[in-house]
């Protein structure tokens, strides 16, 4: 079994920044990739930015340029730096791992942009 454990998350100002980590602990043998997902209320999961083993990165169209996926292999924790964030970055934020077909997730992490 793998364990996520999200944190990072918070309440932020229109314009201001966070870092999300997400760290893996268990049983981990060959991690394909990870990734950021979110989901809004009233909203769909939506993939957020992905990483896979070769450092290749992928991201929604709405984040380029303001979020920034990395990754420590190491400490197998990938991180999520989010800046310039928006009303409508509003969302629990999901970390996911992908291990020999096998898909796991993190419990949450609550991300809230307000004045």
């Known amino acids: 079994q793998v364990q996520l454990v999200e944190s990072g998350g918070g309440l932020v100002q229109p314009g201001g920044s966070l870092r999300l980590s997400c760290a893996a602990s268990?049983?981990?043998?060959?991690?394909?990739?990870m990734g950021w997902y979110r989901q809004a209320p009233g909203k769909q999961r939506e993939l957020v930015a992905t990483i896979n083993s070769g450092g290749n990165t992928n991201y929604v169209d709405s984040v380029k340029g303001r979020f920034t996926i990395s990754r420590d292999n190491a400490k197998n924790t990938v991180y999520l730096q989010l800046n310039s964030l928006k009303p409508e970055d509003t969302a629990v934020y999901y970390c996911n791992l992908v291990q020999i077909g096998l898909i796991y997730w993190g419990q949450g992490t609550q991300v809230t942009v307000s004045s």
């Open positions: 268990g049983k981990i043998f060959r991690i394909n990739g």
